[in-house]
């Protein structure tokens, strides 16, 4: 089972008679989940359970014993009763594969795996000294078969019985919408408790933002342009997610192979290097950032005016961003 380090910091500055700012941080799905805030109560411990919570239930690679997680529920072809948030995040995953025209695509586990060890290697291999032209062929041959498979799987819902069972032999993966789905569950925690000074970190690829804890909008300054700030937005109660392919990649023969999968061609390819997405619902934003990607510019148009989100679409120039397009809304929050 794999281990957890937990941050809960409070920090004790007094903003009034009656409110603290708190923060506090989890490592959670793959990264560190964090969080400050402007409050009259603590609900740090809350967000903190909830993250650790969703990161062990969608954790397709980690056997938690008797624990119903997807990591069993990619184990059998039997119906397994889930904690509801499971349920939810799997319900929230089928509307969203839908919507995205399958470029958030859940049942392409083993591809996502597959490459994920071809290119940056096993967790526990220490040796690994990156792939080559060879492992990479060897990966590509195995795409077709991995792909027929995957469209071939699917699942049922029982929400009477609170049941998810797999159909088909195609393993799921939910890492394209887990950190938006936590971030937006996060901040109904704090809406709850009335917080509007707020920021929820997903590790950076999802925010959730309020006010800044001194009542102003958030700057958001996307990395990897060419040019300093030459990509800063500011923003306020709304969220943001981005997806890029510079923080998990290798280049080889010219070509840039990320940890970013096209559902489509089952390759680590994609046309695009980055996405930048706004809007209010922080899972929804999570799978369009890469459908985006996979898309190109007409389709994030289509899908930003059909799903009420702004978008920003980048393209690599030798390691760098260069701008594509972007919504209309978006560039008047430039700064």
Known sequence: MKKRLGLLLLLP?????????????VLAFHS?????????????????????????LADPY??????????????THEAIEVDPILFDLMKTALDLYAKTEHNFDPYIGKITSLWKTTLFGADDDFLFEGPSNSSIEEAKALIPALLEEARATSVELDENKMTIKRIGDGHIDLGGLTKGYAVEEAEKILHSNKVSKYLV????????????LDGKNYKVDLMYSKVEKENTFELSEIDTSTSGVYE???????????HI?????GMPLTDYSMAFLVGEDSALLDAFSTSCMI?????????????????????????????VSESEELTKTRI
């Open 248 to 258: 998990q990649c290798v280049t080889i023969d010219g070509k840039m192979y990320s």
């Open 32 to 56: 560190f989940f964090s969080w400050k805030y402007v409050s009259g109560k603590d609900c740090g411990k809350e967000i903190y359970d909830l993250a650790n919570k969703i990161d062990t």
């Open 201 to 212: 970190n997903g590790g950076q690829s999802s925010l959730g933002l309020g006010k800044t």
């Open 295 to 323: 898309a190109g510019p007409e389709k994030s148009e289509e899908w930003s005016k059909k799903y009420n989100f702004m978008y920003s679409l980048y393209e690599d120039d030798g390691g760098y961003t260069k701008f």
């Open 62 to 75: 980690t056997n938690y014993g008797d624990a119903n997680t997807l990591y069993k529920i990619n184990s």
């Open 13 to 25: 500055l007094l903003v009034s008679c009656s409110e603290t700012r708190y923060s506090g941080s």
């Open 261 to 265: 999968i096209n559902p489509n061609t």
